[in-house]
DNA sequence: CCGACAATGATAACAGTGTCAACATAAGAG
DNA sequence: CTCTTATGTTGACACTGTTATCATTGTCGG
């Protein structure tokens, strides 16, 4: 008699690792905090703990590989709104606020992000990663007034970047309490000329 | 025959919690990601994991009681800036470089305090962190401009805070390399007029 | 088709962690 | 001096990341 059911569980997951990322992704998404646990991840995925180290070297691999996967998200995002809002002054606004809403609409992965990069050994692709960030800071830089020299457009990036960040970790941390309208007068305070 | 020395250490160390929190806050700076164990902890005080719990319900609180610690550090900080500095824009810009200087100066101390702050449960007297926080932000909103009105003095606090909040975190996170010129440059950008 | 081999999984164990219960010692009040 | 309270210790529990060893499956050459 044929098995109506594959048998339980095939001891094979076919593509575990995927289904790690995945779950794993979700599960640091529900929190606000992003916490994983092995043991509780393979849980989640019907599978011994040691399984994982088949596809991940170790723990920091795998947070480092869903970081990854955050800030391609986050990067995407970015040029979604850049795209979209087109240049100037206005563009560079809304790209701005883009950036702190996702932070605060995705408050465990915006912080899996930072924590995991500027660790000692991030153990992922440098290239990828390399890629990743330049793509966010791309999103970001794309909208700088044209009137400024090449020195003034990377200053003026890295405090548009600065600001944004600060604010979006500062309502992350419960500094300042998170209002739309707030942000906008904040990233609008911005203002750019050469002085 | 009386003992020479107090013979090897007193059941009682006279003032543990004090001690605790001081070579706890040594063995943080020590490192540049802020990671404290309570038995290592309780090995440097040559007492027992467990004496600690007499001092501090868990281990929460005692890494509150240390980022407080930290908090009290930064703010009389920016404090002695902003009395040093003077009020007006030069003023502003020397607390906002301050503020920079100090997280990479202390780069664990800064963190952990933005580790522990917009934890669920901050275990710490709310009255204390408020002053702390009150006092923090005090310093940076004491060199504002005088002509704005109230409104729109918060906002430029709270722009100003995210700026070099935001910027230090980045340095501290390895996404831009620390350079006190491009502080200068990047804080001075800040520009305040009512648009 | 079949056997060798690599890929992927499970089990058991180790060191380490935070935490608690029970017990031991010191200090202070009556 | 005794009783109480504060403080410190020992032993244990549940948990974690990690490793070594063994089991199962898929794959590829003959």
Same mark, same amino acid.
């Given at each position: ?28 998404? +529900?929190?606000?905090?992003?916490? &994983?646990? !092995?043991? @509780? /991840?393979? =849980?989640?995925?019907?599978?011994? $703990?040691? %399984? ?7 723990? +920091?691999?795998?947070?480092?590989? &869903?970081? !990854?996967? @955050? /800030?391609? =998200?986050?990067?995407?995002?970015? $040029?979604? %709104? ?114």
């Amino acid at each position: 008699m044929l098995p109506i059911l594959p048998v339980s569980a095939p001891y094979h997951h076919g593509d575990l690792r995927a289904a790690a990322l995945q779950i794993g992704m979700e599960r640091i998404e +529900d929190q606000d905090h992003p916490d &994983l646990g !092995l043991r @509780a /991840l393979a =849980r989640d995925l019907g599978v011994s $703990a040691t %399984a994982l180290y088949r596809h991940f070297p170790n723990k +920091d691999a795998l947070l480092d590989a &869903l970081a !990854l996967e @955050a /800030l391609g =998200r986050l990067g995407a995002n970015q $040029a979604r %709104a850049a795209e979209a809002a087109g240049g100037g002054r206005n563009g560079f606004i809304e790209v701005g606020i883009t950036y702190v809403t996702w932070a605060v609409e995705n408050p465990s992965l915006f912080r899996l992000i930072y924590t995991r990069v500027g660790k000692v050994d991030f153990d992922c692709d440098p290239t990828e990663m390399g890629e990743a960030f330049m793509q966010l800071r791309g999103g970001i830089a794309t909208t700088m007034p044209d009137n400024m020299s090449i020195e003034q457009r990377n200053v003026a990036a890295l405090h548009a970047w600065s600001l944004v960040h600060g604010l979006a970790m500062l309502i992350l941390d419960g500094q300042v309490e998170y209002d739309p309208d707030m942000v906008r007068n904040v990233v609008v305070m911005t203002d750019f000329r050469g002085s």
